[in-house]
């Protein structure tokens, strides 16, 4: 299965508003069989999901 996932690139989307910022970039990825177990068992986890990378 492949996992979904999506990046924000914060460094580009400032570079078009004319502004400058090091290289920051976040993925989020999604994974429906384990987040939904987790949701299960506790929804307050809902606050830290989806999984992130900052990069």
Known sequence: MQL???EIDHK??????GLELNNCKVIY?????????LLQKNISIAYKLPPIIAL
Do not use: A, H, R, Y
Not at 29 to 37: A, E, Q, R, Y
């Open 4 to 6: 979904p996932f999506f």
């Open 12 to 17: 580009k989307n400032v570079e078009e508003l």
């Open 29 to 37: 990825f999604w994974n429906p069989k384990v987040c939904t177990i």
